[in-house]
């Protein structure tokens, strides 16, 4: 099996490939880059930016382009099915429909960002990385990022509508008290009192 053969049935098509990722057999790195060039070169293989390919399908207009928010995902949220980050502001919001605002830069927090924050852009999406408060895993991505919004949010503007959105997310991923008391500490005291105030409290289970 060549090393296309490989990507295709690992990744199929119009998917983000990340180079630092890709292994072949006991190849050498330099040398997995150098059959990256001759693929790019060969039009079966594209370059979206330095270190991220894709292959692409033929389409009426060309071949295919990538969608920047499966890049941004793939780097900054989920990683071989290991999540290492979560939407946050008003992108978290927009996805539990607290807003109808669609945000101009799509908000992350992620293992993959070493500054506190800091402006990058995917393709002509921009996108505002933050530093992990610690370190994020599949199992507290989902307690992390409802914290996050606690500490985001005004409890005084939270309608019914609102709350009942909140709730359905709580029961949806089975957040505990016991999960928020864990991660709290990482986040400032806004976050907990929101919670209180809102009495969102009272829909998180033991």
């Excluded at 099915?81 to 908000?107: A, H, K, W």
């Excluded at 992390?144 to 909140?166: G, V």
């Amino acid at each position: 099996m060549t090393l296309f053969e490989t990507l295709l049935r690992q990744y199929g098509t119009n998917e983000p490939i990340l180079s630092s990722e890709i292994s072949f057999q006991d190849y050498s790195r330099p040398w997995i880059y150098k059959q990256l060039k001759r693929l790019c070169e060969e039009g079966k293989l594209v370059r979206y930016e330095k270190g991220i390919y894709y292959i692409p399908t033929q389409t009426p207009f060309g071949k295919s382009l990538l969608n920047p928010r499966k890049v941004i995902e793939r780097k900054y949220i989920s990683q071989g099915g290991v999540t290492v980050g979560y939407y946050s502001g008003i992108t978290f919001q927009n996805q539990l429909r607290l807003t109808t605002q669609m945000p101009n830069v799509i908000e992350i927090y992620t293992n993959n960002e070493t500054t506190r924050v800091r402006d990058v852009y995917v393709g002509k999406q921009k996108v505002l990385l933050r530093k992990a408060r610690t370190k994020i895993t599949t199992a507290n991505a989902d307690v992390l990022s409802f914290l996050e919004l606690m500490n985001d949010l005004d409890p005084q503007l939270l309608d019914d509508d609102k709350k009942a959105s909140i709730v359905k997310f709580i029961s949806d991923r089975k957040i505990t008290r016991k999960d928020i008391t864990t991660y709290a500490p990482v986040f400032p005291d806004k976050a907990l009192r929101t919670l209180v105030e809102s009495e969102l409290i009272y829909s998180v289970a033991q």
